[in-house]
C-alpha cells in the first residue's frame, strides 16, 4: 500500500504562484496531479515518470505549470505560475506502480492523497 501525503495548498490571487508537495510512502514509476473543482470531473493535470523524468500536461496548464521530483524524498512537486481563478479546485496527487500514459484517467492510478485546496482569486 502506497500512501500519499500532500501539501503546499492555499489562496493566491490571479497571477500569483503556490508550490505542490507530495510525499509518498514508497517509490511508485508514475506520479500525477489531478485536480476537481465543484461540481466537475476530476481531471489530470501533470504526470512524471519517477525513472526518468518524462512528463506530460495537460493543455490547460501548458508554459504555466511544472512537475518536478526529488526520488531521495519519493517526493513529486507542482509548481503553479501565473495562476487564474479557474485553477482553484481541490488538488490530488496519485500514483501508481506501472507507466501511466495519457491521457490521464482516474482509473490508472490506484493510490491518491487526500487532497490539498487551491483557490484563486480575481
Known amino acids: 500500500q502506497v500512501q500519499l501525503v500532500e501539501s503546499g495548498g492555499g489562496s493566491v490571487q490571479a497571477g500569483g504562484s503556490l508550490r505542490l508537495s507530495c510525499a509518498a510512502s514508497?517509490?511508485?514509476?508514475?506520479m500525477a496531479w489531478f485536480r476537481q473543482a465543484p461540481g466537475r470531473e476530476r481531471e489530470g493535470v501533470a504526470r512524471?515518470?519517477?525513472?526518468?523524468?518524462?512528463?506530460y500536461y495537460e493543455d490547460s496548464v501548458k508554459g504555466r505549470f511544472t512537475i518536478s521530483q526529488d526520488n531521495a524524498k519519493n517526493t513529486v512537486y507542482l509548481q503553479m505560475n501565473s495562476l487564474k481563478p479557474e485553477d482553484t479546485a481541490m488538488y490530488y496527487c496519485?500514483?501508481?506502480?506501472?507507466?501511466?500514459?495519457?491521457?490521464?484517467?482516474?482509473?490508472?492510478?490506484?493510490?491518491w492523497g487526500r487532497g490539498t485546496q487551491v483557490t484563486v482569486s480575481s
Open positions: 512524471i515518470y519517477t525513472n526518468g523524468d518524462s512528463t
Open positions: 496519485a500514483a501508481a506502480q506501472s507507466f501511466v500514459k495519457y491521457p490521464l484517467q482516474r482509473a490508472d492510478f490506484p493510490y
Open positions: 514508497t517509490y511508485t514509476l508514475t
